[in-house]
């Protein structure tokens, strides 16, 4: 998936119009900006956070988000928790993306992710899998339509909360996208690192998430040490260190035997049992006929299927 960070700066474009079509079940809560920072501590922490852009800040471990000086330690949790139990995890409301004139990548989608689903995004090559995942990442912005995550307008987020919304999103690549000349410890740690985390914590989390992916021997050794699934495993760990609500992955055993396959989804599967909602793009059949879930299956854009 590339993130580029052009597109998330056409965050700061205007709210887009309002939608072709009046949506058929309204959005419940209504949208809202995804961090509203209500007490006093919350605006700080915040602030301290976004403060002013540093022109020279280093890229964030992909690519697409300056490393922030943090002054002050941020509670995520509390600014992306959903709105109230019952409030889906994502929501679609005709939903479209068009990256050209010509065609949409994505067509009039609608759909509804409760939290602690396990959802796989399925369809050919080209049907808009990766762009289904971007826009809920905020990589890229709907052309129409109106898209919630945990009950917070993503559709038209203020680019300074974008950071906000992706610290509760993890997300695996296909091709890892790990730090090559840092150690295994070193590139989960840079995650925690990113979010202001103390270095007590992270002293203690990032050895425990690589012990949960059965990498606790390796944590001094660089990735080009290691085997495909071992790699794919640690950018697992560091997608997962943060426990955020929500877990994309696109493609994540693309390049992985059957074996390492089956290793992947149950790392992924351990995930979701332990309450991340998992959205897993791929087009494996052997994945789609082997974990029985729920399938949204697209075709060209289209949504023509969501079963299981
Ligand atoms: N940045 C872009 N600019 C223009 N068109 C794009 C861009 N990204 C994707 N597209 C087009 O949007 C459509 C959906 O692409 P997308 O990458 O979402 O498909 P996909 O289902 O993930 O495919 P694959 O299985 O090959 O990864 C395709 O027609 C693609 O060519
Ligand atoms: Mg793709």
Do not use: C
């Amino acid at each position: 998936m590339d993130v580029d960070l052009s597109e998330v700066d056409d965050l700061t474009a205007p709210p887009m119009a309002a939608p072709r079509r009046a949506l058929t079940t309204p959005p419940d809560p209504p949208a809202a900006p995804v961090v509203a920072p209500r007490s006093h501590s919350e605006r700080a922490d915040a602030v301290a956070f976004e403060g002013p852009p540093q022109a020279d800040a280093p890229l964030g471990p992909w690519g697409h988000e300056p490393v922030p000086t943090p002054r002050a330690p941020l509670d995520v949790a509390r600014l992306l928790r959903p709105r109230t139990t019952a409030t889906p995890m994502v929501q679609l409301f005709h939903v479209t993306k068009r990256y050209t004139r010509e065609g949409r990548a994505l067509d009039d989608l609608t759909l509804r992710i409760d939290k602690g689903e396990f959802v796989l995004i399925t369809g050919p090559s080209g049907a808009g899998k990766t762009t289904l995942l971007k826009l809920i990442f905020a990589a890229e912005r709907p052309s129409a339509g109106q898209l919630l995550v945990a009950g917070h307008a993503v559709h038209n987020l203020r680019r300074g909360s974008v950071p906000l919304l992706r610290r509760n999103i993890g997300v695996v690549f296909q091709d890892f996208r790990l730090l090559m000349d840092r150690t295994v410890y070193e590139n989960v740690a840079f995650a925690l690192e990113v979010l202001g985390r103390s270095a007590h914590e992270i002293r203690q989390r990032v050895p425990t998430v690589l012990r949960q992916v059965g990498l606790g021997d390796k944590l001094q050794v660089t990735p080009n040490r290691l085997s495909g699934g071992e790699q794919q495993r640690v950018a697992i760990a560091r997608a997962l260190v943060n426990e955020p609500p929500i877990l994309l992955a696109d493609e994540p055993t693309g390049n992985l035997d059957p074996a390492l396959t089956h290793e992947i989804m149950a790392l992924l599967n351990q995930a979701n049992a332990r309450g991340t909602t998992v959205l897993l793009a791929t087009h494996d059949p052997q994945i789609i006929q082997r974990y029985k879930r729920r399938a949204l299956h697209l075709v060209q854009g289209r949504l023509v299927r969501d079963a299981g």
